[in-house]
C-alpha cells in the first residue's frame, strides 16, 4: 500500500537481496560502502522506482537509526546476507558518518513533579484514528472547544522534537490533558497537551506508527497501540509500564499501520505486510501473507480470534525464471484501522491489492467481519484483478516475480467511513488510490449506492490517508503526487540516491472536495493554491483530513497545513510548517512535508506531525501545537 508509506524507506535497503550470493568482505570506508551500496541497489533505483527516500531523508536518519533497521528492524530479511562490516559501511555511506547517540531530553524537558493521570470520557479527548469507532474524523464542537471565527487566530504554541532526525509517523490521541503518540525510534510519548513536557517515555520492540486509544481498564487506564511487528500493546497510561504484549499475525513479516480499534472490551488490530516490497526479489518466494483483523480481548491481550481478508487456500502456483517457487493467493492488507458497527455487530475493513497470481476477491475491497466470531461475511470488491507488487517496476529480466496484471497498484488507505443516511438507510464511504470515493450499503452486503472520481489516481495518488465526514458531506483530499526529473543544479531539484535530480511536479495533483454523503454530488471544490516557485513543491493532499463544526482541516506535501471553510470551501487559515522550530525538549528539529495522520482538534487546540520521509519531500521531526492566539 504506497499509502503507508513504510514501504519507501523499505525500498531504499530491499535491494540488497536483488543479487544473490552477497560474499563477504571488509568494508571500513565510506569508498566502499559506496561500493557495495551501488552494487545492491542501483538494480532498483537505477530503474526509476518510486519509492525509495531521497539521500536528504535518509541524511536525516541516524545512523543507530538505519543499523537497526538492517539488524532487528523491518529490513532484517533482506539484510542477512551482509556481514556486520558490511552494514556498517553502507550506514556510514548513507548517513555520511553520522554516528553521533541520540541525546536523552534534558531533566528540564521534565513535566515538574511528575503527576497522577485521571481522565474523563466527558471532557474533551481524541482517541484512535477517527475519534470514533465509526471513523469519521469529526470532533464535535463540545470536544473540539474551536469555532470557526477562532481558527483564522491559531498560533503556535509548543513544538516538541523527536530525537536523532526520527519522525512520528503516528497520529496523537489526548485523553486526561495528555498526548500519548508513538514514533519511528521505537518510543512511546506521554506528553502533557498544553505545554508538552514529558511525563514518560516507553521503548517499544519496533517503530510505532498507529494511532493509540486511551480507556478505563480496572482501576487505572490504558493506552492501546502496535509496532511494526504486528504486535499490541497495553501501557499504564500514568506510569507507562507495560501491561501486557500480544502479536496478531503468526506471519514473521507482519506489521500493523492501521491503528487497533476499542470496542466494547475489545481490541481489533489490523495487520499489513510489507511483502509487496520484497517480493521484488527473484530469489523470494513470493508470496504467502494475508491480510487479517485480530480480536484481543482488552484487559488481558488473549487472542480471541482471528479473520483472513482471503478465504482461498494458500498454494503452490509455479516457479519463477530463477527457478524459485511462487504462491498464492496473497496480500490484500489491513492498511488502515478497522470500523465498528454497533447495530449489526460487524467489523469492516478495507484492503490493499493482492501480492501474487492468481487474485482474489478480497483485494482492493470493502470487507465485514463478524465481531463476535471473525468470520468473514461478505466482500465488496470495487478493482478486481489488481496483483502487484514492487517487481514490476523493474526492467527484465529482474522482474521475474511480476505478477500476470502488473497492478494497477489501487489500494484503500482509507478506512471506512460508516455514516447514516435519510430514511434510516446507511452507508460505508472510503477513497481510494485509483482516485474514486466509493459508498456502499453495509445493510445489503456492500452494494453500491455512488462511486465519484475526484483525482486521476495511480499508484501514488487518488486518495490515500482518507476523508472526514459530518453530518452532510464527506471532505476528501486528493493526492496525486508526482516527480519529475529536473536538469542538474536546476531550482527545487533534490539529489536521488544515485544523484540524479528529482523534483515533485509543482503542478500535479492536490484539491480538496466536499460531496453529499447520499449521492456523492460535489457540494464545493477548492484546488490547491499552488506552490509559487517554492522549492521540492508538491500541491499532493495526500494527509487524512479532519473536521470539525464549519472548518475542515488539510495537510499538504508542501508543508502546509489549511482550514477551510466546510460552508463553500474558502481557505480561512493557512500555516507553512516546513522550517526550524524551538522545541520544547531542546531537541533540534525542523518541520516539513506533513503526510499520513492528519491532525487531531481537542479543547482549543490543534496537534499536528511535520515531516515526511519519502522521495522528493521535505524531511522533518516534529509534533506542532497550536492554540488560539498561542495561549
Sequence with gaps: MYSTRLRLLALVFFAFTISSGVQAQTASSNTEGEGLYRERCATCHEAGVPRAANRAGLASLSADKVRSALTDGLMRTQAAGLTPAQRDAVVHFLTDGNTSPVAAPSVQTACPGGGSFSASEKQPHWNGWGVDVTQHRFQPAAMARLSAAQVPKLQLKWAFGFEGGTRSYGQPAIMGGRVFL???????????????????????EFPVRTAMTVAPLGKRWAVYFADQHASAYALDAETGKVLWKTRVSEYDNAMTTGAPTLWEGKLYVPASSP?????????????????SVAALDAASGKLLWRG?????????????????????PAGASVWSSPTVDAKRKRIYVTTGDDYADPPSDASDAFIAFDAGTGTRLWARQVTAGDTYNVGCELPKPLNVNCPTASGPDHDFGSSAILVDLPKGKRALIAGQKSGMVHAIDPDHEGAILWEKRVAEGGKSGGVQWGPAADGENVYVAVSDVAQKPVQPGAAGGQPSLFGIPLQLDPDKGGGLYALKLATGETVWHTPHPGCKGKPSCSPAQS?????????????????????YSAKNGEIIWDVDTAHDFQTVNAVKANGGSIDGPGPVVVGGMVYVNSGYLYTGTIPGNVLLAFSVDGK
Design 182 to 204: 508513538g514514533n519511528s525510534n521505537k518510543k512511546v510519548y506521554s506528553l502533557n497537551a498544553a505545554s508538552g513536557c514529558t511525563y514518560w517515555t516507553f521503548d517499544a
Design 275 to 291: 511483502e509487496e516490497v520484497f517480493g521484488a526479489s527473484g530469489q523470494y518466494e513470493c508470496c504467502k501473507f494475508r491480510g
Design 308 to 328: 483472513s481478508t482471503i478465504t482461498a487456500e494458500l498454494k503452490q502456483t509455479h516457479k519463477n525464471s530463477a527457478g524459485v517457487q511462487l504462491w498464492g
Design 543 to 563: 494527509a487524512a483530513v479532519t473536521v470539525i463544526p464549519g472548518v475542515v482541516f488539510s495537510g499538504g506535501l508542501d508543508g502546509h497545513l489549511r482550514a
